[in-house]
């Protein structure tokens, strides 16, 4: 099992520049499933959930081709054949997202057989709002041993009100609604630009959508879907951590190929706390030494407000700041796995339920740490960048799936950062995971 040795200290300085985003990638491939055309899409980050999602199109009877080399970001799918409409336990508990395909499984082949997701590290995560929602357009939905069975000749439009805000859930039941008979019409729906994002490719196919990126999307059914060539967002997450990266080793830090408005939230928090920010271009955001790091409270919120996806990160910036920073997190009831490992490289948190207190500035040492999650995973990076001495990151697979070789391009703006394939791991350490 790969691991990252860091030895902390180096301000980053330079250019890095930002991959497509995951989280849009990932609905983006599901939509194929809507068209027998292909469709190409670009800018697809080459990392371990989208070749996960390959796997999951592929098993299913789709042509998935990654692109390598040159065009290593390219993807071309064709879903011409879905000989077996069935997201299987092996691959849905690797990656929840797969419950992504159930809607378009249905709105194109009538029938989808998917695998419940179990909770995961952060959280609980039912899926009890898409099924809800395939319910009221007319499919029917069963569930025996572990896995959910929905059936529907054609789905027909209705009228969907989400009772908690969710971004899968609004881009699954988009995927369904574009190709459902009538209208739909969804409320309180997710605002996040991944669903702005899959909204603009289904656009590019042939649906008609109205509203997306708003909380009202209404969406007129049509008979059918064709291919399309699309362009992926910069991953604003990526970006974020990037930005946090720089603040927190004080370097001076140039982040290309991102999309500064997705990233307002984040940009305004860095700011309060005393980071240097200039916005060079729609595309381009600088970070370099401001005033002394000092306290800034965050609350996770649905975009436009501070992501969940960005509070790990944050809080090992908030180590380094000095005073008080509070921390909420609303989104996801467990979402603090990486608060025991950044204290044990000397951070001084308090967790109360949703509530995390951090005291800074503190210093923090190197040591041996755990990797839970992909974004607790990106924290202890950070922290490391910042620690003295040399610590080692262990179960680097969770970095893997979502940052696209981020050694390699935190190296290349002066981290000193290294993967180790298998280094102090016993053949028993490797089978206990
Ligand atoms: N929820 C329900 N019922 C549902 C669906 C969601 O109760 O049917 C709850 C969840 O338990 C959670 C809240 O609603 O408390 C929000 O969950 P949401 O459905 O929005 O999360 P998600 O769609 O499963 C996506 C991202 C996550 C990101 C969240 C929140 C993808 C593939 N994943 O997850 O990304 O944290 O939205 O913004 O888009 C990550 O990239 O590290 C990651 C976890």
Do not use: W
Not at 98 to 108: N, Q
Not at 214 to 239: F, K, Q, S
Request: aromatic share 4%; charged share 25%.
């Amino acid at each position: 099992m790969d691991k990252y040795v860091i030895r902390g200290g180096n301000p980053l300085v330079g250019t890095i520049r930002v991959s497509g985003a995951k989280n849009s990638a990932l609905p983006c491939m599901a939509a194929a499933i809507l068209t027998e055309d292909e469709v190409i899409l670009e800018n697809i980050p080459q990392v371990r959930d989208i070749e996960t999602e390959r796997r999951l199109l592929a098993s299913m009877g789709a042509e998935v081709e990654l692109g390598t080399g040159e065009s290593g970001h390219r993807t071309t799918l064709c879903c011409r054949t879905l000989s077996d409409p069935e997201a299987k336990y092996e691959i849905v508990k690797t990656m929840r997202a797969s419950s992504l395909v159930l809607g378009p499984l249905v709105a194109r082949a009538g029938m989808a057989r998917v695998a419940m997701p179990g909770g995961c590290a952060i959280g609980g995560r039912p899926i009890d709002m898409h099924i809800k929602g395939l319910e009221k357009m007319g499919a029917t939905i069963t569930q025996a041993h572990g896995y959910l069975e929905a059936r529907a000749d054609r789905l027909r439009g209705a009228h969907l009100v989400f009772s908690k805000i969710t971004v899968t859930g609004t881009e699954d039941l988009l995927m369904a609604a574009v190709l459902a008979q009538g209208e739909t019409l969804m409320e309180n729906c997710a605002c996040e630009p991944e669903v702005t994002d899959l909204a603009a490719l289904l656009t590019a196919m042939g649906a008609k959508i109205l509203g997306a990126g708003t909380p009202t999307i209404r969406v007129l059914g049509v008979d059918r879907l064709h291919g399309a060539h699309y362009r992926i967002n910069p991953d604003r997450i990526e970006a974020g951590t990037f930005l946090i990266a720089g603040a927190i080793t004080g370097g001076d830090l140039i982040v290309a190929n991102c999309n500064a408005t997705h990233l307002g939230a984040v940009i305004a928090k860095l700011r309060e706390a005393g980071v240097r920010i200039d916005i060079l271009g729609p595309d381009t955001v600088r970070v370099r030494p401001g005033n002394r790091l000092r306290a800034a409270d965050i609350s996770t919120e649905e975009y436009p407000g501070f992501p969940t996806d960005m509070q790990a990160q944050y809080m090992a910036l908030a180590t380094q700041a000095e005073g008080v920073s509070v921390v909420t997190e609303n989104i996801f009831e467990n979402r603090f796995m990486h608060v025991q490992e950044l204290v044990r490289m000397g951070a001084d948190i308090k967790v109360d339920g949703r509530v995390a207190t951090v005291r800074g500035a503190t210093r923090l040492s190197a040591t041996a740490v755990m990797c839970s999650d992909l974004r607790a995973s990106a924290s202890l990076v950070l922290a490391a960048l910042v620690a003295d001495g040399e610590s080692i990151l262990d179960r680097v697979y969770h970095m893997d799936r979502g940052y696209e070789r981020i050694e390699e391009k935190l190296a290349g703006v002066g981290a000193q950062i290294k993967r180790m394939g298998n280094i102090f791991a016993s053949k028993d350490e490797v089978a206990a995971v």
